[in-house]
C-alpha cells in the first residue's frame, strides 16, 4: 500500500469517526483513496419526509459527506465552497444509499469533485457537484490533536 493510500485511508477513518451528523446518520466509510471516496447508509423511517420518501437532506448529507473525504484525502484541509444537487429520483425506507465521490479537477487552491449516490437497485437517486477550497493546514495535525 502507498504512503498516500494510508494517509488517505486514515484521514476517512478519522472524518467517520469525528463527524457527528454522519455518526448520527450512520453514515459507513466502505472506500477511500486520494480523490475518491465511497459511503454509504441504510434509509431508516427516522429519514422520510412527509410523502414517504427519503428527506433531500439525508441524501444531500451523505453526497456532501463523500465530497468532504475524497476533497480532504490529500492531507489539506478542504472546505466546501459551492455545492449543488439533482435529484433524479427517490428512495424509500430500507435502502441502502451509496454515494460515490471522485475528483474531477484540483488545482493549488480548488478542487472539483462529482458525486453520485445511488440505491440499491443501482439507480441515481442523486448528482452532486461540490467545489472545495483548500486551505493551508494539514490535516495530520487536526488528527493529532494540534489544531483545535
Not at 422520510?48 to 433531500?56: K, S, V
Not at 427517490?90 to 458525486?115: F, M
Request: net charge neutral.
Amino acid at each position: 500500500m502507498s504512503d498516500q493510500q494510508q494517509i488517505s485511508e486514515s484521514i476517512g477513518y478519522w472524518m467517520v469517526q469525528q463527524d457527528r451528523f454522519a455518526c448520527l446518520l450512520g453514515i459507513q466509510l466502505d472506500r477511500v483513496a486520494p480523490g475518491y471516496s465511497r459511503v454509504s447508509l441504510v434509509v431508516t423511517s427516522d429519514m422520510l419526509n412527509a410523502l414517504g420518501i427519503t428527506h433531500g437532506g439525508v441524501t444531500f448529507t451523505l453526497a456532501d459527506f463523500a465530497f468532504a473525504v475524497a476533497s480532504n484525502s490529500h492531507g489539506r484541509a478542504a472546505v466546501a465552497l459551492t455545492a449543488q444537487i439533482n435529484f433524479p429520483s427517490a428512495s424509500r425506507v430500507g435502502e441502502r444509499l451509496v454515494a460515490e465521490a471522485k475528483e474531477i479537477s484540483k488545482s493549488g487552491r480548488t478542487g472539483l469533485y462529482n458525486v453520485e449516490v445511488r440505491n440499491t437497485d443501482n439507480r441515481l437517486v442523486a448528482l452532486f457537484t461540490g467545489t472545495v477550497y483548500r486551505r493551508s493546514d494539514n490535516l495530520k495535525d487536526w488528527i493529532s490533536g494540534e489544531t483545535r
